[in-house]
């Protein structure tokens, strides 16, 4: 045997090394693998705090391997807005949130240093709170989004969504009223 490359062939004479006829090939070392896993979370409050946000499933994370610049696998945050890609051999690896070009418009905010995480993977090593946040856009929560692709900017944002306040329910300001943030 000749190291645990060997494993990977197979021949008429079973899996291992080119088979000898008349002789039993060594099993296959057990190879342990590893796993990242994570969730995708809405940051309704732009403040990159992830404590008591809620999940969001149907946005796709990639994982990258070694310095490629194509995503070596890609899975969408199930119903409970998580994710895991298992099954891993050790090795560099990047994940980051894929474009989701469909939930524009949006800001990501977590993870906070940059927008991927760098990761060297052991063998059997399971990673997890690889978290991903963006923050959506959204009238009535109090804060005055500007400047978002196909989002109206607002002109002011009260932290509700009733008119007669000062701000209406679109977040546009009105001719009468006390309330608005802008």
Known sequence: NIGTNWCKSISPFGTGD???PGKTNDPCPSIATASISGCKYEDSDKNSNLTEENTLSGWFI????????????????DQTGCYQFGSLEEGTYT??????ADKQPFIQTYPTSSNAYNITLISGENLTSK???????TCGNGILDTGFENYS???????NTS?????????????????GNG
């Open 18 to 20: 080119k088979g000898t």
């Open 62 to 77: 990639e994982l990258y391997k070694g310095s490629s610049t194509e995503p070596y696998r890609s899975q969408e945050t």
């Open 95 to 100: 994940i980051k949130e894929a474009q989701n």
């Open 131 to 137: 978290n991903f946040a963006n923050y959506i856009p």
């Open 153 to 159: 900017d607002e002109d002011c944002d009260d932290g």
């Open 163 to 179: 008119s007669g306040d000062g701000c209406s329910s679109s977040c546009t300001t009105e001719e009468s009223g006390g309330g």
